[in-house]
Nanobody, 124 residues
Framework: QVQLVESGGGLVQAGGSLRLSCAASGRTASSYATAWVRQAPGKEREFVAGISGSGGSTAYGDSVKGRFTISRDNARNTVYLQMNSLKPEDTAVYYC?????????????????WGQGTQVTVSS
């Protein structure tokens, strides 16, 4: 069993930056592929970024490539999402999700564990 807790959300102006953190608990949490998924009001969940258990492989959604960076510190059981050049359309609840495998996938339904989410609001 893995528990995920997100933090770092908030209100920021367009063009600004935020860093989200996802702290995982559980004996083998560091071996799980982890992703950030967001959901805006009235929209479906959207894959944002993912990282393999080792941290050696990453994947990004087209809308955030070049602006967001995912990383992990397995010694701290934490995954980060650095978000730069934020846009109003990035406004959403951001969820951390993990799957019981090491490889990254972009299909959000293939993730087994989910955090409670953190709100990110970008003002224009």
């Amino acid at each position: 069993q893995v528990q995920l807790v997100e933090s770092g959300g908030g209100l920021v102006q367009a063009g600004g930056s935020l860093r989200l953190s996802c702290a995982a608990s559980g004996r083998t949490a560091s071996s799980y592929a982890t992703a950030w998924v967001r959901q805006a009001p009235g929209k479906e969940r959207e894959f944002v970024a993912g990282i393999s258990g080792s941290g050696g492989s990453t994947a990004y959604g087209d809308s955030v490539k070049g602006r967001f960076t995912i990383s992990r510190d397995n010694a701290r059981n934490t995954v980060y999402l650095q978000m730069n050049s934020l846009k109003p359309e990035d406004t959403a609840v951001y969820y951390c999700a993990a799957r019981t495998a090491r490889g990254v996938v972009i299909t959000t339904t293939r993730y087994d564990y989910w955090g409670q989410g953190t709100q990110v609001t970008v003002s224009s």
